[in-house]
């Protein structure tokens, strides 16, 4: 991993953790690439199931308080 010399000097002068920020960041980084993809894969069952609440209502309806 190369990192540039100017944020090495100042993660360094803050006293950051590089290896625990670095996997914090790609932790993030990967569960929203997957929640991206999972949601672009399943668009098309989202779309219809939205369509088909938004024409005869939720199972659940009845029980709804808001």
Request: glycine share 4%; hydrophobic share 35%; proline share 0%.
């Amino acid at each position: 991993m190369t990192l540039s010399a100017d944020v090495l000097q100042d993660v360094k002068s803050l006293g950051i953790n590089i290896s625990k920020a670095c996997d914090d960041f790609l932790r993030d980084r990967v569960s929203s690439e997957k929640s991206g993809r999972w949601k672009e894969e399943h668009a098309d069952y989202i779309k219809r199931s939205n369509k088909i609440i938004e024409e005869e209502g939720s199972a659940l309806d009845q029980w709804r308080s808001f």
